[in-house]
């Protein structure tokens, strides 16, 4: 699994897990709705550190609790 498969995953997880909406977890962190459905759905494979951290404050989460899962731990090598 690469870097953008295992943050799209953690973040679906979070968001059913926090049984919150698209919409909802835009209101709560202040990102926008298409920028969610961009990273869910493959359009931005690199969302920014600032993005991230935005919507796990949104979550009441902090970044380590969003990195903290075995799928972050076995990543594979970004450079081929």
């Given at each position: 699994?690469?870097?953008?498969?295992?943050?799209?995953?953690?973040?679906?997880?979070?968001?059913?897990?926090?049984?919150?909406?698209?919409?909802?977890?835009?209101i709560?962190?202040?990102?926008?709705?298409?920028?969610i459905?961009?990273?869910?759905?493959?359009?931005?494979i690199?969302?920014?550190?600032?993005?991230?951290?935005m919507?796990?404050?949104?979550?009441?989460i902090?970044?380590l609790?969003?990195?903290?899962?075995?799928?972050?731990?076995?990543?594979?090598?970004?450079l081929?």
């Amino acid at each position: 699994m690469n870097t953008y498969q295992a943050v799209k995953e953690r973040l679906l997880q979070l968001l059913e897990i926090k049984k919150l909406s698209i919409h909802k977890l835009a209101i709560e962190s202040g990102v926008s709705p298409s920028t969610i459905k961009n990273i869910l759905y493959g359009k931005s494979i690199n969302p920014g550190i600032v993005t991230l951290k935005m919507l796990c404050d949104g979550m009441k989460i902090t970044l380590l609790e969003f990195f903290d899962t075995p799928v972050f731990q076995n990543l594979e090598d970004e450079l081929k």
